[in-house]
Each structure stands twice: as C-alpha cells, then as structure tokens.
T-cell receptor, first 117, second 115 residues
Framework: DTEVTQTPKHLVMGMTNKKSLKCEQH?????MYWYKQKAKKPPELMFV???????INESVPSRFSPECPNSSLLNLHLHALQPEDSALYLC????????????????FGPGTRLTVL | AQKITQTQPGMFVQEKEAVTLDCTYD???????LFWYKQPSSGEMIFLIY??????QNATEGRYSLNFQKARKSANLVISASQLGDSAMYFC????????????FGAGTRLFVKA
C-alpha cells in the first residue's frame, strides 16, 4: 500500500482565517514533505520532516507553520494567507531521506486545492 | 547547481503507439536518483519509475521504460502502447544525495493521447 491521504480536498478561506491541512501515511515512512504547486508549474518544496524533526524549510513565510505530531501525521497550519497563496498543496512521504530507490522515492497524496479570498 | 530540463511543453501521440518524453539533467554530484511522475488533472502525483545513477541497466515498469544515457545526462521516459488514460502532465525529477536530499522537478510535459 503506497497511500498518502490528505484532507480536506478543497479549502476556501479568507485572509483573516486560520485553517489546517492534514496529511497521513501508514507506510512506516520516516520522511514527510509539503509542496506547493501553482497551476501549470512543477511542485515547489516547502518543508521536509525527518523522524518528526524539521529538516528543511525552504524560506517559507511564517504564515505557513508545519507540524509533525507523530511519524504518520503531518499538518500545515495556515494563518493570514494572501490570495497569491492559492495553490495545490501536496504532501509526500518516503522511507527516509537517503539511500537507494526505496529510500528516495516519494509517494504523494491527492493534494488540497486551496483558494484564498 | 542542479537542474532538470524538459523541453517539450506538449506532446501528441496516437493511441496504441509509443511516445518518448525528453528529460535532461545537470548535477556534479556522482550519486543521484531520477524519477518520473504522472499528474492527471485530478492533481495527484503518481510515481512511475526510478533510475539510480549507478544502475547499469535501464529501469522498466510495465509499459514505462527509462532510457538512461549517463554521458549525455538524459533520462527519457518511453511509454509503449499509449492509452487514453495516459493523457496527463509528466514530470521528470532528480534527487541528489547531498545538499539536503532535495528533489527538483522539471517544468513538465503535457501528453495528449488521441483516439
């Protein structure tokens, strides 16, 4: 089973709202990722967690706040977003950060389509 | 600096024919992995195939094969016997084993399969 689930599928929020995106995997993977994807563009890495610790933060604005409460869950807390933050937010996981094909391969969830009004 | 280049914004192929999607990469790291992902209009990124930099043979997964030419730094995806369901965006990606193990993606190629 290579399933990564994300909720909600769609989210519309105002610029003053606080919301959270949720990602879950039960493959025993120890690395989890958040990507942002604008229309017709490739995904852009936002954050990487390894063994529940933040490993990479790609200079993402503080209005995006990641959280990894346990090895299966990854959240992205949203606060005071801007309309330009509207995008598809993809979560992914991999066995780890290093190693051969099994460790390297990232499996993605279906994404959350976020619209900021 | 690491870079992935996909020069074909869009490709058309007749159903049941084979198609090659181009990908070139640039890295000075000797250890790296190359991936292809498929993204239908629904948005999910579907892993298709992986090639490691030290792998001697080209990777194959069902109708997908990766034509790996290390000296040319190319990793083209070949889809045999195209199906209507293959219509999607295809991304080539590279992961290097230094610099934080980041994965970088190419711009993508939109494939249209005609009936």
């Amino acid at each position: 089973d290579t399933e990564v689930t994300q909720t909600p599928k769609h989210l519309v929020m105002g610029m003053t709202n606080k919301k959270s995106l949720k990602c879950e995997q039960h493959m025993g993977h120890r690395a989890m990722y958040w990507y942002k994807q604008k229309a017709k563009k490739p995904p852009e890495l936002m954050f990487v967690y390894s063994y529940e610790k933040l490993s990479i933060n790609e200079s993402v604005p503080s209005r995006f706040s990641p959280e990894c409460p346990n090895s299966s869950l990854l959240n992205l807390h949203l606060h005071a977003l801007q309309p330009e933050d509207s995008a598809l937010y993809l979560c992914a996981s991999s066995e780890g950060l290093a190693g051969g094909p099994l460790g390297n391969t990232q499996y993605f969830g279906p994404g959350t389509r976020l619209t900021v009004l | 600096a690491q870079k992935i280049t996909q020069t074909q914004p869009g490709m058309f192929v007749q159903e049941k024919e084979a198609v090659t999607l181009d990908c070139t990469y640039d890295t000075s790291d000797p250890s790296y992995g190359l991936f292809w992902y498929k993204q239908p209009s629904s948005g999910e990124m579907i892993f298709l195939i992986y090639q490691g930099s030290y792998d001697q043979q080209n990777a194959t997964e069902g109708r997908y094969s990766l034509n790996f030419q290390k000296a040319r730094k190319s990793a083209n995806l070949v889809i045999s016997a195209s199906q209507l369901g293959d219509s999607a965006m295809y991304f080539c990606a590279m992961r290097v084993n230094t610099g934080g193990f980041k994965t970088i993606f190419g711009a993508g190629t939109r494939l249209f399969v005609k009936a």
